[in-house]
């Protein structure tokens, strides 16, 4: 069974940077979408961030764009999130998971239709 790990979180301030990896567990990993979704105490689940199986195709919450950048390496099995100028409201557990091809745009208005995902990396924004 595909197993998804996700690490990189961290602590840092204001302004500041890092990148999330997703590393998956089998070869299939290139069949699926990837999203990246993140839940706040208290908060709903958000979809942060979808990529096609391709690669070709990226989609961002209107709260992430423009700073946080989707990405995936195929031949490794590896997904990332590059997320730049982090504010103390991208604060959560981000998790990453896999969804079948085109249900990137479900995916982003609701956050669901994951098959899988991992058990989150925690991602904390302060000074």
């Known amino acids: 069974q595909e197993q998804l790990v996700e690490s990189g979180g961290g602590l840092v301030q204001p302004g500041g940077s890092l990148r999330l990896s997703c590393a998956a567990s089998t070869f299939t990993f290139d069949y699926y979408a990837i999203g990246w979704f993140r839940q706040a105490p208290g908060k709903e689940r958000e979809g942060v961030s979808c990529?096609?199986?391709?690669?070709?195709?990226?989609y961002y919450a209107d709260s992430v764009k423009g700073r946080f950048t989707i990405s995936r390496d195929n031949d490794n099995i590896t997904a990332y999130l590059q997320m730049h100028s982090l504010k103390p409201e991208d604060t959560a557990k981000y998790y990453c998971?896999?969804?079948?091809?085109?249900?990137?745009?479900?995916?982003?208005?609701?956050?669901?239709?994951?098959?899988?995902w991992g058990q989150g990396t925690l991602v904390t924004v302060s000074s």
């Open positions: 990529i096609s199986d391709s690669g070709g195709s990226t």
């Open positions: 998971g896999t969804l079948k091809k085109g249900l990137c745009t479900l995916f982003m208005r609701s956050g669901g239709y994951l098959e899988r």
